[in-house]
């Protein structure tokens, strides 16, 4: 909470300057309107009463950390686990406060000495939220506004900083952990967390208001097929189609939306990956969770200060090639490594997988070349979509619906070309029916009745009659 210091404990402070003592960040934030002016517009007592107390408490928290700060070596803590800093910065503030004969309750001091802990170890304010595993998303719009997504809905907390200085220390610590820098001459950064959140920061001078952290945060309970049948995504015939596609080494790209649940899904499909597999991830910033034992985690690079160094997705396709994967899953496919994903699956890595921005199967076609196009390669349209109709298989499209809920809509067979034009068949369908009381979609998924164009490549993984019976179900 306060930003004094914004480095974490063990990191140089070369690497990224502490702010003035001045700018630290309050535990709660300060009144809007002063506490005489409240009572004078007629503002209930117990208002500017409360508004006292909590700028009683702030100069309290600010007091007590410029003298942790005066008094402790953050060096020595970086010998500690967490647990055992925690403790000791405990010790000291209940020491300091106890020296000064400061009036607080025990709450008080309990709630005093987690901000301190989540301002050194942690990420100040933001804390209690990602404590909080109803929450997918926390946009920080600057220092004042901080928003939430729970259940699809996105919601103005209470949260602040102090100011703008302290937010940009918590940015510099989150991109630093994984050797990444955010400042006026890099000011977009990819990054994540220690539980593989995916965070995006955008700093002055091209976000005008202050830093922009935005944080898609992954649940401490790891979302299954199982799961998502259960939340309604999809259906349990659907689900075991699913299984059925991820077991028998079927080329997928999982398109969707923004926030629809592309990487969910795709770490859902890898759950049935044959554990003998080796299996290689390539990613802007690494979030998938592979349970099997032979997975290469692969992460692109950023240039350095000088402008060189970066390493980009295209690399780490085409390096994927010499390390003798089974298996290349792209977390995200949006530029030229298109066209090598493409020749990896036309090359005897059957099963490999990719997620892509579109918003239907016929749109992730379109997007595909456009992005093999970006690359400069001079390919006739025809010969694009040949290679896209031989290396993809299946596209499964994931989708967000109004009403917030998140919906498999489509599995979606490339069954060959017509002419110029890619030839696709719907295997399984979302429709919606209409909506309930509360406003929510009402709808079914459905099998198409259309046999599946790789019903040869599931007996030969010895998975004939479980498509049979699911595709019997009809969706059900």
């Not at 301190?116 to 404590?131: K, M, R, V, W």
Request: hydrophobic fraction near 40%; include cysteine.
């Amino acid at each position: 909470m306060f930003g004094k210091r914004s480095t974490p404990i063990g990191t140089s402070e070369k690497a990224a300057p502490a702010p003035s003592a001045n700018a630290v960040v309050a535990a709660t934030p300060a009144p809007a309107v002063p506490a005489v002016a409240a009572t004078a517009t007629g503002a209930a007592p117990g208002a500017a009463k409360g508004a006292e107390m909590d700028q009683r408490l702030n100069d309290i928290k600010i007091s007590v950390f410029n003298d942790l700060m005066a008094t402790v070596d953050l060096g020595e803590f970086a010998k500690l686990d967490h647990k055992a800093v925690r403790e000791a910065i405990g010790e000291i503030v209940a020491e300091i406060i106890n020296m000064r004969n400061l009036m607080l309750s025990a709450a008080e001091q309990q709630a005093l000495i987690t901000e301190i802990c989540n301002d050194i170890l942690g990420l100040g304010p933001l804390e209690p939220l990602l404590a909080r595993d109803d929450i997918a998303d926390i946009m920080v719009n600057g220092y004042n506004k901080v928003y939430i997504e729970t259940n699809g809905i996105i919601q103005l907390t209470d949260v602040k900083f102090r100011d703008n200085q302290q937010l940009m220390n918590i940015c510099q610590r989150i991109v630093q952990a994984v050797g990444r820098r955010v400042d006026e001459a890099s000011p977009i950064c990819d990054a994540r967390l220690a539980d593989g959140s995916r965070v995006n920061v955008i700093a002055p001078p091209l976000s005008i208001d202050g830093p922009a952290l935005t944080i898609r945060k992954f649940k401490r309970d790891r979302l299954t097929l199982d799961k998502l049948i259960g939340y309604g995504s999809i259906s349990r015939a659907g689900g075991k189609l699913l299984e059925i596609i991820g077991h028998c080494r079927i080329n997928v790209i999982i398109s969707g939306g923004t926030g629809s649940g592309k990487t969910t899904l795709l770490n859902c499909l890898t759950n049935y990956i044959d554990r003998g597999e080796r299996v290689i991830t390539c990613e802007d910033a690494a979030e998938l969770q592979l349970q099997q034992p032979h997975v290469v985690r692969l992460e692109t690079r950023p240039p350095n200060l000088e402008g060189v160094g970066q390493v980009t997705m295209r690399d780490l396709v085409r390096n994927c090639l010499r390390m003798r994967p089974e298996r290349i899953i792209v977390g995200e496919v949006r530029g030229p490594e298109a066209f090598d994903l493409l020749q990896a699956m036309n090359t005897g890595h059957d099963g490999s997988m990719g997620t892509i921005h579109a918003n239907n199967p016929r749109e992730c076609i379109s997007r595909i070349e456009n992005m093999i196009a970006m690359g400069g390669y001079n390919l006739p349209a025809k010969t694009v979509r040949e290679q896209i109709a031989g290396a993809i298989n299946v596209i499964v499209q994931a989708s967000r619906l109004r009403d917030g809920s998140r919906k498999i809509t489509h599995v979606t067979e490339i069954v060959g070309m017509e002419g110029d034009v890619v030839t696709l068949q719907d295997l399984f369908l979302y429709e919606i029916q209409g909506e309930d009381a509360q406003g929510r979609i009402v709808g079914r998924h459905r099998f198409t009745g259309l046999r599946p164009g790789f019903y040869d490549r599931v007996r030969y993984f010895g998975k004939e009659r479980e498509l049979v019976e699911v595709m019997e179900a009809g969706g059900a």
